[in-house]
């Protein structure tokens, strides 16, 4: 059974640090692309970024560039996600998400960790 648990969240003040994490089990870690997404109360869920099954291609929204680094332990099976100069309007559940390499949509997600950024 795939199991991917994200932990990390919790509430800051505007211009903090935070970082989160994804552990995964269940599955060939090394064989699947990761991602972050988010969710804001009342908005649809929204790319946040993306890392390659090998840690390399990391990918951002434009929303989140510089401020925020996405990588992965393949040895540990955990993603993570080191977010600075957290913003008010980063304030969202953050999820985590796995997707094989030979296919475009993600097949397995976590349940989310509550981020919330106070200004």
């Known amino acids: 059974q795939v199991q991917l648990v994200e932990s990390g969240g919790r509430l800051v003040q505007a211009g903090a640090s935070l970082r989160l994490s994804c552990a995964a089990s269940g599955l060939s870690f090394s064989n699947y692309n990761m991602a972050w997404f988010r969710q804001a109360p009342g908005k649809s869920r929204y790319f946040v970024a993306s890392i390659s099954w090998s840690g390399g291609n990391p990918n951002y929204a434009d929303s989140v560039k510089g401020r925020f680094t996405i990588s992965r332990d393949n040895g540990k099976n955990t993603m993570y996600l080191q977010m600075n100069s957290l913003k008010p309007e980063d304030t969202a559940v953050y999820y985590c998400?796995?997707?094989?390499?030979?296919?475009?949509?993600?097949?397995?997600w976590g349940q989310g960790t509550q981020v919330t950024v106070s200004s």
């Open positions: 998400a796995a997707r094989l390499t030979s296919v475009l949509s993600y097949d397995y």
